[in-house]
């Protein structure tokens, strides 16, 4: 009996992990669609990344992904496995032999149990270093603003709290070299730049313009300054030191996150502020609070997801058709909108960050071992 269990326990692995790496690339295909495939392309447009660089982004962002992904090939594996086995009836063989839903949901809860510790380590040792990897190539494609070679009439804009601060405009780029570029700075408080250079090259600094003039003018029109230059070091980096100090949590796994929050605590006792800016910081350092919980709350939903769709997935043998893809959706949609409202509900101080991260999971775990365990030791 033991070996026919292990040879059920392998039928059943089986099954599962084909339609786990099917959700994997579904999911995940979706996922970069709708959002890292939007800001690449953007990326692209604005700084001239180079093909090969938007790959690289492509792949670096992948582990940050398999966080929500992971757990998805989860709930879409489970539910298409057990219910081709209940559509087939073989969950109805297994039964009349005296072998229960429990022990037939035993390989596909150890499975979700291993993808959930998958998705842990993937989160907390693989995801932060590509997510900083990521980050620093995209720095280099800022501050080097590398124009594609071949391109004319190169336009990029530097935006911050709604408005411009610099605007460049170059007329072609041949062999690498800048042609025609012009530069229009509004950094300066009631000044006003105007950089026009023949020629030009980027750099790791910024842009090396050559055989050019300033021109500073006053807010009221008034030029105020001509500096003719044969070689000039434009630095645009400004942008680029905002992002090395925008920390995310996709660049910290759970320990260095909780090592960070409580440092700028400690660092909040010491300083003084306006109270304003300390409500600020501490309602940053609240968001930071819950998406650190959520690092272990997310691996864990996999779990959750394989509970609630065992018995779900256990169909009457009158229905024909495979219902894993409808569920799948409709349970999604039920954990992002919890999902959703207890990560407001916490940074609105209602919930406490542990809490907020951790409510769907408690709302479906507590729905889904009723139903299972209704089916599996009442009916």
């Known amino acids: 009996m033991d070996n026919k269990l292990k040879i059920l326990d392998k039928y059943i692995t089986k099954?599962?992990?084909e339609a786990f790496l099917i959700g994997i690339v579904i999911f995940t295909s979706i996922i970069f669609a709708?959002?890292?495939?939007?800001?690449?392309?953007?990326?692209?447009?604005a700084y001239g990344i180079p093909l090969y660089v938007a790959a690289i982004l492509v792949i670096l962002k992948l582990p940050s992904m398999l966080i929500f992904t992971i757990p998805m090939g989860v709930l879409l594996a489970t539910l298409m496995t057990v219910n081709r086995m209940s559509s087939q009836q073989e969950i109805t063989i297994l039964r009349s032999c005296g072998i229960g839903i429990a022990r037939i949901s035993k390989p596909i809860l150890i499975?979700?149990?291993?993808?959930?510790?998958?998705?842990?380590?993937?989160?907390?040792?693989?995801?932060?270093?590509?997510?900083?990897?990521a980050k620093t190539l995209t720095i280099w494609?800022?501050?080097q603003k590398n124009v594609p070679n071949g391109k004319r009439n190169f336009i990029y804009k530097e935006v911050k709290d709604g408005g411009l601060k610099r605007f460049f405009h170059v007329a072609s780029v041949e062999k690498?070299?800048?042609?025609?570029?012009?530069?229009?700075?509004?950094?300066?408080?009631k000044l006003i730049q105007v950089i026009y250079a023949k020629t030009g090259k980027t750099t790791s600094e910024g842009w090396l313009m050559e055989n050019g003039v300033v021109y500073t003018i006053?807010?009221?029109?008034?030029?105020?300054?001509?500096?003719?230059?044969?070689?000039?070091?434009?630095?645009?980096?400004?942008?680029?030191?905002?992002?090395?100090?925008?920390?995310?949590?996709t660049d910290l796994n759970?320990?260095?996150?909780?090592?960070?929050?409580?440092?700028?605590?400690?660092?909040?006792?010491?300083i003084t502020l306006n109270e304003e800016m300390i409500k600020e910081r501490k309602n940053r350092l609240r968001e930071f609070d819950i998406l650190m919980n959520e690092k272990l709350a997310l691996p864990f939903t996999a779990i959750i997801f394989a509970l609630i769709s065992i018995p779900l997935a256990i169909t009457g043998p009158r229905v024909r058709f495979n219902r894993g893809l409808l569920f799948s959706i409709l349970i999604l949609f039920i954990y992002y909108i919890l999902r959703a409202v207890s990560i407001s509900l916490g940074q609105a101080e209602f919930l406490n960050p542990v809490l907020a991260a951790w409510l769907p999971n408690i709302v479906l775990g507590i729905f889904g071992?009723?139903?299972?365990?209704?089916?599996?030791?009442?009916?």
């Open 34 to 45: 709708t959002d890292a495939f939007i800001t690449i392309v953007k990326q692209i447009t």
């Open 111 to 133: 499975c979700a149990a291993a993808l959930s510790l998958l998705g842990f380590t993937i989160n907390e040792v693989i995801a932060p270093g590509a997510s900083k990897q």
């Open 15 to 17: 099954q599962l992990l």
């Open 218 to 249: 006053s807010t009221n029109g008034k030029v105020l300054n001509t500096t003719v230059f044969e070689s000039l070091n434009f630095d645009n980096t400004t942008e680029a030191m905002e992002r090395i100090a925008d920390i995310r949590e």
């Open 254 to 270: 759970y320990f260095d996150l909780k090592k960070y929050i409580k440092e700028q605590h400690a660092m909040l006792d010491k």
């Open 141 to 143: 494609a800022i501050t």
């Open 369 to 379: 071992f009723i139903l299972y365990y209704r089916k599996a030791y009442l009916i």
């Open 176 to 189: 690498k070299q800048l042609n025609s570029i012009t530069v229009l700075d509004l950094t300066r408080d």
